[in-house]
């Protein structure tokens, strides 16, 4: 199992995709269509992407965050399976809802793929996705499993972390939005003892001024290549192909008053739970 460098530069893609094959009530993207045409102009954009990687002299981590579901998308499935087996790659994962056929994983190298799993209840029964974590790890495939913190979720969470490996992580999603009051203390007790960073996610710390690595070793890239600190941050940095990112690449502190994502909070350099998924990236995988 190849571990990530602290200098890697991670990299959160997300391109045009906004489409998805799910309904959940919480999603603003549920069964939404692309047009043929925005199908294929990601596709391409993803192909430079996957060039540029390949061509890229500096240590990677990719992480592709699309809106919508990537993996019922060929271009996706192909981009994964190229990217793992370049030498300067040491992590590509995507999130999905864990749809789609897998039998494709035979063909990446499972030393650098993961897959950031998400179960949606309303949407797939509970023995078929279960089954489907089991072929990944007959694979040997790095995964983690997700659910969001509802209510009407709380017998699925209690029966998925009873059907996962004990050093398989089930990560929980605090509902969001939702009442001030949603959560009692003896839920929030309950959930993160099965998530033990539920209660981070719950109620993050404030950020503005935080010391964090987007910018640096952690930046934002849409389908046009243009460079952003991160998701959550919109401060142009250049672009990724024409080489003006790196003319204003540096660390920068946070400008916004919270950060309450995942993948935002964890470049944090002042938090110690950053520390504790340094060997699992930022696509909450369990360091085998």
Request: aromatic share 10%; glycine share 4%; hydrophobic share 40%.
């Amino acid at each position: 199992m190849r571990w990530l460098d602290d200098k890697a530069l991670r990299i959160l893609y997300r391109g045009r995709l906004t489409s998805c094959n799910y309904d959940c009530s919480y999603c603003p993207f549920a069964k939404r269509r692309d047009t043929r045409a925005t199908l294929q102009k990601d596709a391409a954009d993803l192909a430079r992407f996957v060039a540029w990687a390949r061509s890229s002299s500096e240590q990677l981590a990719i992480l592709f965050t699309p809106w919508g579901e990537g993996l019922v998308r060929k271009h996706y499935i192909e981009a994964l399976i190229e990217v793992s087996h370049f030498a300067n790659v040491q992590r590509v994962a995507i999130q999905t809802n864990l749809s789609s056929n897998l039998r494709w994983v035979s063909r990446a190298n499972r030393d650098v793929l993961a897959l950031w799993c998400t179960y949606h209840p309303s949407q797939v029964s509970r023995a078929a996705f279960l089954d489907r974590v089991r072929l990944l790890r007959e694979a040997g495939v790095r995964f983690s499993v997700g659910i969001v913190g509802a209510r009407e979720h709380f017998d699925d969470i209690a029966t998925l972390r009873a059907a996962l490996q004990p050093e398989e992580y089930l990560w929980i999603n605090a509902l969001s939005p939702r009442p001030a009051d949603y959560y009692s203390s003896a839920e929030i007790e309950w959930l993160a003892s099965i998530d033990p960073h539920f209660t981070f996610n719950l109620a993050p710390p404030p950020s503005l001024g935080a010391a964090c690595r987007a910018g640096d070793l952690s930046i934002s890239v849409d389908g046009d290549g243009n460079v952003r600190p991160c998701h959550f941050v919109q401060t142009p940095l250049g672009n990724l192909y024409d080489g003006s990112f790196e003319q204003q690449r540096k660390a920068t502190s946070c400008p916004n008053a919270r950060c309450s994502c995942f993948i935002g909070y964890i470049h944090r350099t002042d938090l110690n739970v950053a520390a504790q998924f340094a060997q699992g990236s930022v696509e909450r995988i369990w360091a085998r």
